[in-house]
């Protein structure tokens, strides 16, 4: 943040990502928050890199941060199986978090659509508050 800070552009934000949010910090919603105004890109996965929510993050403290600070952008389940050999290899991949890659990204969906609901009063409008 201070790097963001000192630029002072627009054109610069942070991107967060709760796997290395929940390795980094000691409270990934406050890392949210000291974000708030700069997060500009979200990346959600499980704490081994699996998909979002069959992992021991606090997701229920992820989306109030983000409703909190104001967040309306994209959150992208960020995952990878070991059938691409070269990521996971990079990644540090060396047992399977899903049947396919496909599983990751439908499981995922399906989590952070219903963490994550959107209003039906604003189709464009990512967050709402817990009923």
């Known amino acids: 943040m201070e790097v963001v800070d000192a630029v002072g552009s627009p ?3 942070v991107l967060l990502d709760t796997f290395h949010t929940n390795i980094e910090e000691r409270d990934p919603a406050a890392a949210i928050r000291a974000c708030a105004g700069h997060l500009t890109h979200f990346h959600a996965c499980g704490c081994d890199r699996g998909a979002p929510g069959g992992d021991h993050i606090d997701w229920a403290a992820i989306a109030a941060a983000l409703r909190e600070t104001g967040y309306e952008g994209a959150v992208v389940v960020e995952s990878v199986t070991i ?4 990521i996971a290899r990079a990644a540090a991949i060396w047992r399977p978090l899903a049947e396919t ?4 990204a439908v499981d995922g969906l399906r989590f ?4 994550l609901p959107a209003p039906s009063h604003s189709p464009h409008h990512r967050w709402s508050d817990p009923a």
């Open 11 to 13: 054109s610069l934000g």
């Open 83 to 86: 059938e691409n050999l070269a």
């Open 101 to 104: 890659q496909d599983a990751i």
């Open 112 to 115: 952070l659509r219903a963490l």
